[in-house]
């Protein structure tokens, strides 16, 4: 028999109030501590991935680079760089620019709930990733991302769309103006 993934239950400034069994949490919308990554080339650009068809949730939607939720006494640092092992074959250093809550109803009758902490790092090789985990991977410019996002939301998981912006404006390459021709 195997044992349930199990994620960190926090309140709303991010203290530790229990623990809940992984689908169960999704089911009632429990806040749980999770982390977005977001890897950049020395070009500027973003590491995207599109989520596997096999996930749980937000299946084949582009994300960005790897997410994921610490186990029970996992930092948040272990936790995405192990995830970005697991998911992408990468490991490089990350550092926490911001955090915040959202809450949305997912497909499948899940509710995410989480209080996202958001890394970045850099990377300049290319990925390797787990086909249990990702479809398809792809190094974008933020300007053109933006632009299809704004055109097509539906292609992008929720936590990506807004959590998008202030990437930008936590990046200093993150050069807003619109490219000609642009082209996802």
Known sequence: ???????VLVNEVDQVIGVGEKIHTHV???LHRAFSVFIFNSAGQLLLQKRSSAKYHSRGLWSNTCCGHPRPG???AEASRR???E??????????????IYYTKLD???????YDHVLVGNFDKSPTPNQDEVDDWKWADLPVI??????HPEHYTYWFRISLDEICRSIPKADTAQPANAKL
């Open 108 to 114: 499948n009758g899940l509710y995410e709930h989480e």
């Open 28 to 30: 009632i919308g429990a």
């Open 146 to 151: 933006r632009l299809d996002m704004h055109a």
């Open 83 to 85: 995830r970005l092992i």
């Open 74 to 76: 996992e930092s948040i």
């Open 87 to 100: 998911e992408m074959g990468i490991d490089c250093a990350v550092r926490k620019v911001f955090e915040f």
């Open 1 to 7: 028999m195997t044992r349930e993934e199990q994620l």
